[in-house]
């Protein structure tokens, strides 16, 4: 570790999810094919899950894949779906080393049987780490994650175990991918635009939005801490006064 150690780690956010976007426009910009720019992502997605880990973020959320872009060109699907396993395969004793577990969130089934193959090899062998937890999100969607929580919850009204009165927003967050884990704090979208493009939906009620005009392939170290800087000054802004903050 270096500068990274000078990070307060209380102002540090527990859990961070990222909109990865810019990719095919960072191509674009080179008269490179889209192709080029997520394999550069990838380069990112390293630096930013090896500085979320140095720092002390315990949850790192990546959107990698939604349901939407299953419409891509079939070229950029297989593209896309080829550089996960590759990444996948590649990690997987960095991941180790540093005490990282690899969760999935979405429909896993919906993707080639390779991927799911190294998905549930890494999943498994990282299982007890416990310095962070990298979510990926895979064919992901939140108002389909929301569906499939409240189809669970309807099932089970209907079969007579739960009373529709009772339903809380505790039973539905427990039934969400995310189960067990901890709301985002901050969400970074890089690339330019503003919106959550039906990223954690419900998760993300009361994190902090960071957007940055930075595309993915340009978002690294540096820019990550940039984020979690802005979000920590925000934190300490946050409903108290000066004197509040210099006494602790
Ligand atoms: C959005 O950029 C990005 C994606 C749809 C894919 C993100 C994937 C990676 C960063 C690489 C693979 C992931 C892992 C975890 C190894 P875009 O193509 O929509 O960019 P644009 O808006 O400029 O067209």
Not at 54 to 70: C, K
Not at 220 to 238: C, H, N, P, S, T
């Amino acid at each position: 570790m270096d500068e990274t150690t000078s990070f307060d780690i209380r102002l540090v956010p527990t859990h961070v999810a990222i909109i990865m976007d810019g990719n095919g426009r960072w191509a674009e910009e080179r008269n490179k094919p889209r192709l080029a720019g997520h394999k550069a992502g990838v380069d990112s997605v390293r630096a930013v899950v090896e500085t979320a880990r140095d720092i002390g973020v315990r949850h790192l959320t990546l959107y990698a894949f939604s349901t939407e872009n299953w419409q891509r060109p079939p070229t950029e699907v297989t593209g896309l779906m080829k550089l996960l396993r590759t990444y996948l395969e590649s990690e997987l004793r960095t991941m180790l080393k540093n005490d990282i577990r690899l969760f999935c969130l979405g429909q896993r089934e919906r993707l080639p049987v390779d991927v799911r193959r190294v998905l549930g090899t890494v999943m498994e062998e990282t299982a007890d780490c416990s310095g962070m937890t990298l979510n990926l999100a895979l064919s992901y969607g939140g108002r389909n994650e929301m569906m499939r929580a409240v189809r669970q919850l309807a099932k089970q009204c209907v079969d007579g175990e739960l009373d529709y009165r009772s339903l809380s927003e505790d039973m539905l967050t427990n039934l969400l991918d995310t189960a067990g884990q901890p709301d985002p704090d901050l969400l970074i979208r890089t690339g330019g635009e503003h919106r959550l493009s039906n990223f954690l939906l419900w998760q993300a009620s009361y994190a902090e939005l960071y957007f940055t005009e930075t595309k993915w392939p340009d978002f690294r170290k540096d820019q990550l801490l940039e984020a979690v800087a802005a979000y920590g000054r925000k934190q300490r802004r946050f409903g108290k006064t000066g004197a509040q903050l210099n006494t602790g």
